[in-house]
């Protein structure tokens, strides 16, 4: 593995059969999903289902002292070679108890391993900064962008022996909300479909995600692109009566407006249409970036900064105002057909 303490989830899991065992691990990020997914691996890789009844301790930092701890992680193993100690929500301890628990990893039992999760790892407080110097250090953190869910996707399908095309998994990455779990949701819905066939394609993500909506999705981003107010207020009347989440309409439209503005960015620097289709925007299916510089040439930058400031607001307003969701929506489309 890399000489470097701290990984992202996605290296780690990539590496974990090379990995050489720590005595000390510190899961970070308000991603569970992942979080959970790292202490599967680590659990698979360290014991066996009969050593798990005697060696493997789950504790919970809301409920337990830095003193109990301690005490599980001095106590010998019974079977293995190692007392695994699983203490989860370590950021919800004392200050006090997390200190004594940081003091500990300096100078670990050679037959124990302790595995910490947390949502946060703040390296301006001592503790975190003691664990971080001396734990291998895996980063849990929410997908930004359909980057991360294809990272993901493709890892899962490696795993599963399963085979996905291009276009497919583009499809699924950019509809699937910016979630893990609900991404590993809809690819068992997905499996089960296709009653693991080894292979899943296009015409099986629309048809199994939901081709009303992933239709409705395209066709709003399509209507958005070329200014069309009347035909984008339709297709966001269809999503609203489809219960579609305003939270995923914002995200998406936050996702293809930045793609947007990534062409117009080049044109400034003088890249040409055929440079920025073949080298620049691999996040987008190939047949759609022709489209895709035919709406950029309808914004101009001024436009498109606009038109985040109006996507952010709308978030906001999403969340925090008791307003009809639908008239928060339709506001923001109208914006947008009017910006620059």
């Known amino acids: 593995m890399h000489k470097s303490k701290n990984f992202q989830h996605y290296e780690f899991l990539r590496e974990i059969k090379n990995h050489k065992i720590s005595l000390n691990y510190f899961i970070f990020g308000t991603e569970n999903y992942l979080k959970d997914k790292v202490l599967s691996a680590i659990t698979e890789k360290l014991t066996t289902k009969e050593v798990n009844d005697f060696d493997l301790v789950k504790l919970y930092g809301d409920n337990v002292s830095a003193v109990s701890v301690l005490e599980q992680l001095e106590m010998m193993p019974f079977i293995s070679k190692y007392r695994l100690i699983f203490l989860k929500n370590f950021g919800q301890m004392k200050t006090s108890d997390k ?90 819905k997905m499996i089960i479909f ?56 914002v995200s998406m439209l936050t996702n293809f407006f930045t793609q947007i503005w990534k062409i117009q960015a080049l044109w400034k620097n003088n890249i040409n249409d055929s440079e920025i289709s073949s080298r620049y925007l691999p996040e987008i299916f190939f047949k759609y970036r022709e489209n895709h510089l035919r709406y950029a040439k309808n914004y101009n930058i001024k436009g498109v900064m606009k038109v985040f400031s109006l996507l952010l607001q709308a978030d906001t307003d999403l969340k925090s105002i008791d307003i009809k969701k639908a008239i928060i929506l339709e506001t923001l489309i109208y914006n947008i057909c009017k910006s620059g």
């Open 99 to 188: 200190d004594i628990i940081a003091e500990y990893t300096k100078n670990p039992m050679p037959t124990s391993i302790l595995v910490l999760t947390s949502d946060k790892s703040d390296k301006r407080l001592s503790a975190y900064k003691i664990i971080s110097e001396n734990a291998i250090s895996i980063e849990c953190k929410q997908p930004y962008s359909s980057k991360d869910i294809i990272r993901w996707l493709n890892q899962e399908l490696r795993k599963q022996h399963i085979f996905m095309d291009s276009e497919a998994v583009n499809l699924f990455a950019n509809y699937i909300e910016p979630n893990y779990l609900i991404a590993s949701n809809e690819l068992e």
């Open 194 to 249: 296709t009653q693991n066939k080894g292979k899943i394609t296009y015409d099986d993500v629309v048809e199994c995600v939901g081709k009303s909506k992933t239709n409705s999705i395209f066709d709003l981003q399509n209507t958005l692109g070329d200014k069309n107010l009347k035909k984008s207020l339709k297709v966001l009347e269809n999503m609203i009566s489809s219960n579609e989440s305003p939270i995923l309409i």
